[in-house]
């Protein structure tokens, strides 16, 4: 199988890069249709990054093969960073990033394998808002990053007013993990180190703070 990582490099043609031999010998793309790389999924069908372009609202390349990339066929309108891909357990792949200071254009969602995108609404519910990562954990849909009054929204669909908003930190709710035993886990920058993991453990609706013990802050 093929794997592909992606990243910042100070020189372009090397922010995506694949390997063949399950990670021991990497190779660079040595395309420039991305500056920044920060998001990779496959969803079955194809291969789909995301990131940050100069060339205008272009922030989404796709691959059917992992070999020959291009642009979507029809991009999400005014998204200008791309910072996270999440794909369900069907057909509707998302991705959550920066746009024009306005929050229509932060979350979308895609039922033609990236081919084109519809706006999935009202995350936070503030303008300038950036939405940093996007998962989908059993059913639900969540939302993590930075807004006036929250970091963190969760929806059981991709569309619509966004439910379950809160501030789990001063700065930011940067992403959120689980666990086997369905426990929710966020990470965040907030006043103090013991209070920059979280943990929710009904699906999101209320969170604590795990203590750290032997972690440098």
């Known amino acids: 199988g093929k794997w592909v990582a992606v990243g910042e490099h100070t020189d372009i043609t090397k922010c995506v890069a694949y390997s063949t031999d399950n990670g021991s010998t990497w190779s660079y793309y040595g395309f420039s249709l991305l500056t920044i790389a920060k998001s990779v999924i496959h969803n079955g069908l194809k291969w789909l990054i995301g990131g940050y372009t100069e060339n205008a609202y272009k922030p989404i390349i796709l691959s059917s093969d992992g070999i020959n990339w291009a642009y979507t066929p029809s991009n999400p309108t005014n998204l200008i960073m791309a910072n996270s891909i999440s794909v369900d357990d069907s057909t509707i792949i998302a991705v959550v990033g920066r746009g024009t200071h306005h929050y229509n254009y932060v979350c ?3 039922t033609d394998n990236g081919n084109s995108w519809q706006s999935s609404g009202n995350v936070f519910g503030s303008h300038y808002e950036n939405i940093e990562s996007i998962q989908y954990i059993n ?3 969540h939302a ?4 006036i009054n929250y970091d963190y929204a969760y929806n059981t669909t991709i569309h619509g007013v966004w439910s379950g908003r809160k501030r789990l930190f001063k700065n930011a709710c940067y992403s959120i993990s689980n666990d ?3 426990n929710l ?3 965040g920058s907030d006043d103090s180190i013991n209070t920059s993991i979280k943990r929710s453990t009904d699906k999101g609706y209320n969170w604590s703070p795990i203590t750290l013990t032997g972690v440098l802050a």
């Open 180 to 182: 086997k035993y369905g």
């Open 139 to 141: 059913n639900v849909w």
């Open 108 to 110: 979308y969602r895609s």
């Open 144 to 147: 993590t990053g930075s807004s």
């Open 185 to 187: 886990y966020a990470f």
